[in-house]
């Protein structure tokens, strides 16, 4: 079947430590998207991409990193820079950005 | 930027009623999308928008694009206990790169 697949589903991080989310699409899509959800704030964007070897900052890209090397693959890696990074990430894809989005399973950071 | 409010940020319901729930934005949009997410998983398209004064139906919901293009509403009719839940609406504004814009979610709770 195709989808979106996160890994992992549970994740701790020590102080000083970065971590590396994966997200994977078999959907040939172009675009990918990484997302923060807090409690009682939605979806935030933190970084997209509408195709190999380029990304851009969504409105909170402070303390996160990406690359897009693959089309299929779009990676977040959450720095030591980032102070509260307690969250559920989702990561999401699209054929091209104006495209409605799917969505993974996502991965909670503690 | 642009900002959606969704309204009302949870309720509670008995099964069988009927639910509505809307999203205004600040400025108008292009495309307004409706996504349910259950308890430790992603969001999941439900209705997708692309008209102004467009209704769309999908089983029991009801969604629609409002006139103004900055609002839309969706209804569910005579909920059960599955349709529990955060329901998101998105939006999208005018050209090709506007990104899209979540609101806060509602809650729903259904009482059998």
């Known amino acids: 079947d195709g989808g979106i697949t996160q890994s992992p589903k549970y994740l701790f991080r020590k102080e000083g430590q970065n971590v590396t989310l994966s997200c994977e699409q078999n959907?040939?899509?172009?675009?990918m998207y990484w997302y923060r959800q807090d409690p009682g704030q939605g979806l935030r964007l933190i970084y997209y991409s509408q195709i190999v070897n380029d990304f851009q900052k969504g409105d909170i890209a402070e303390g996160y990193s990406v690359s897009r090397e693959k089309k299929e693959s779009f990676p977040l890696t959450v720095t030591s820079a980032q102070k509260n990074p307690t969250a559920f990430y989702l990561c999401?894809?699209?054929?091209?950005?104006?495209?409605?989005?799917?969505f993974g399973d996502g991965t909670r950071l503690s | 930027g642009q900002q959606l409010n969704q309204s009302p940020q949870s309720m509670f319901i008995q099964e069988g009623e009927d639910v509505s729930m809307n999203c205004t934005s600040s400025?108008?949009?292009?495309?307004w999308l409706w996504y349910k997410q259950e308890p430790g998983e992603g969001p999941v398209l439900l209705i997708a928008?692309?008209?102004?004064?467009e209704l769309t139906s999908n089983g029991r919901l009801t969604a629609q694009f409002g006139i103004t293009r900055k609002d839309s509403f969706l209804n569910i009719s005579a909920s059960i206990p599955s349709d529990v839940g955060i329901y998101f609406c998105?939006?999208?504004?005018?050209?090709?790169?506007?990104?899209?814009?979540f609101g806060k979610g509602t809650r729903l709770s259904v009482i059998a």
């Open positions: 998105a939006g999208r504004g005018r050209g090709g790169n506007t990104p899209l814009v």
């Open positions: 400025s108008i949009f292009n495309t």
């Open positions: 999401a894809s699209s054929r091209d950005r104006g495209d409605s989005q799917h």
């Open positions: 928008l692309y008209k102004a004064g």
């Open positions: 959907l040939n899509h172009d675009a």
